[in-house]
């Protein structure tokens, strides 16, 4: 995976110098403390912990760096916990590389990877009548605005982007910025609540 | 009923005089003599004339039939020393009356004209002394009304020294009053109580019947305890009320045995009713002056049934060793023992001056009493038997049925993990098993033909199929998925992958809301979608593809189209092996594919069943 993803990063124009890479949570927060990075790809399941902990760390170190968890873990909640602990996209490591390639170059250059199913989890989350109970309680459903809502259900379609760009007649830009606010209304929501916090690692160890 | 009991209560009360009389030893001494005369209803003077000598007791209608009205009493007895009271009893009076001694009135009955003061079953008891007790003879002049019917007339009268005659009278007050009043409440409450029982639960028809002969009775024993005349306008209709609660508790009695007995007999039963409705009709509608007669004949007549009915329960219960039916058996003799042994007493078939009759009444309520309480107590303790039997019953059965639930559910569990062993075989079987199979057999055939893209993507498709295998087995995306879910995620991936290519990708999904797919069918379907795009991206140079799928009655249609070169431009290689898994494809969705392919493009057509 390492290697998949150096080749990946360098074909993406990195420098392989520029490139860290941690085999465990303890290393990786050593990393982290170390430097800054300009993005962070994190995988869920790390020897010694959650991966989910490591994306909490990231986002308190540095809020500006983008955040990609990259995983073989398909699992709604994990998907969700991930998101809500502030990762800015989630990559399932089965995609092809031109698939990650894309969503990684996406995050790059300021903008938000969303993958459909990772939006009709959101959906289902924003509207508690439909959430599972078992996934989240009301109190932390994020407050989507009914554009942000349109959009989720677009790509929950599967609409790229820029097709919803087309659809809305808005700049692909500016859907972009909607899909981050979404993302940024969940990690909101998660970082006031301790409870939840809790149940990510229940659920996760 | 001043009439039935009558007899036997005179004689009663005889032998207790006489019992006191052979105990006590001087001035106690009956009257047995007087004279008698009679006189108008509203006349409160002795009448001059129609003197008659009579004997104590008397009663008036043997000498003068059918005379209702007033008759005087005249007892003259002497006095030797007057400063010394004596007392004076009067067994009774039929019905009301007033006394004077020596023309000063000692007592007046409440009524003295119709409805009468009921004074036939009270005797009285009075002091006598000095001024009114004169030295030598002195008068005591009892005005008596009375009707022809209702046997008439005055009862013993006897004078004793003071406090001589307190002992008897206190006696013979118990025994006209205590004992029937003891009665009567025993036989009220007995049947409120049953009334209340059967009440409650209909089924226990017999309490009900025994409720009604208790309640009826103790109606029936008001006539020996109540002086005044109320309810009733006139002593006939006290009469008439008296002698048809007696023929009410007999009937009631006559049914409650049969019900006791538990049979039914329709006919006797209807034969009974009629009889007591005819009766009671007569009562009702019979004049005045065959009233007597008609209340002889009836209580005679329902005496006779009452005996027969026990008698009758005696046989229906004969071989049984139910200790409610012994009991109530033994009640019924005790109580018929007591009449013959009376009668005999009255008819002077055997000796002795001890009748035991009015002790009948409350002896046989408490029989009663004792007999419907076993019975009831053994209804409980059968019930509760039953109650212990259901629950040991019950536990087995729940133990059985537990013990069976279990068995079953093992069962279901041993059969769900060999389903599921199953299952998991048949997937890896039909899939990675097939998968490798056919993958194999290419590279024995044809090693030299592989390029190492065709290698990558057999491993893909080995990767998908054990994915699929593990998603089915661990039942992560076991359950069925909507065909636009399905297909969200490729549309957006190829989307970005077009962009990305600056293809032109245009999507039409229609209708598909509510079609659902299996994994397996998803899975086929993705990779079909998969294969069919990636030829677009990687072989037909293509600048726009249109996908759809439109639901079509129960079949899908997909379509993907591009504007490319074709196959046969793209080479042999494409058309060859990519069009031949895309075959297997549909093949194993049960579809069918259409594929057209020429230098302005090409056309591929799914079509599956839904």
Known sequence: MQARLSTILTRLGCAYEALHFAGCLVSARACLAARRFSMVLVDVGLPDGSGIDLVKDCRAANAAAPVLVITAWRQERVVLAALQAGADGYLLKERDDIEVALSIRSCLVGGAPIDPFVARRILELAAPAAASAALLSAPHAPQLTSRETEILGLVAKGLTNREIAEVLALSKLTVEVHVKNIYRKLAVGSRTEAVFEARGHGLLS | MACCLRPVLLVIVTAWLMLAVSAARSETLSIGKGEAARSQWTQMTPPAEGWTSVALPDDWSKRWSDFSGVVWYRLRFSVDEPDRPRDVMFDYWTLAGAVWLNGALLHRDASLVEPLSRSWNVTRLFTLSAPLLRKGENELLIRVSGLAGQQPGLGSVTLGAEGELRAQFSRIILLRHGVPMFGLALSAMLGLFFFVVWAMRRSETAYGWFALFALAWSAYLLNQLVESPWPFATSGQWARGTILAFTLACTAFFIFMFRFAERRFPRWEALIWSYFLLSSAILIFIPEERLEAARIILSISFVFLFLAISALFLALTWRSRRLDYIGLNLCNIVVLAIGVHDLSLFSGLIPGTMYVSGFASPLRAIC????????????????????????????????????????????????????????????????????????????????????????????????????????????????????????????????????????????????????????????DLTRFVQEGLTNVIKHSRATIVDVSARGEGGRLCLTIADNGRGFVAAGTEMKGAGLDSLQARAKRLGGKLTARSDPAGTHLQLVIPV
């Open chain 2, 368 to 523: 009663m009493a004792v007999v419907l309480a076993w019975h009831f107590v053994g209804s409980l303790s059968r019930v509760e038997r039953f109650n212990a039997d259901l629950v040991a019953k019950v536990a087995v059965a729940r133990q059985e049925l537990a013990q069976t639930l279990g068995q079953q559910h093992e069962l279901a569990l041993a059969a769900t993990r060999m389903e599921e062993r199953a299952q998991l075989t048949h997937n890896l079987h039909d899939g990675l098993g097939g998968a490798l199979v056919s993958n194999i057999a290419l590279l024995e055939h044809d090693p030299a033909r592989l390029a190492p893209e065709r290698f990558l993507a057999m491993l893909k498709e080995l990767r998908d199929e054990l994915r699929l295998v593990i998603d089915v087995s661990s039942g992560e995306s076991g359950e069925q998925r909507t065909i636009v879910e399905v297909l969200a995620p490729l549309r957006r991936r190829y989307g970005l992958l077009f962009e990305s290519c600056d293809i032109s990708c245009r999507w039409a999904i229609d209708e598909l809301e509510d079609r659902t797919l299996s994994s397996r069918q998803s899975l």
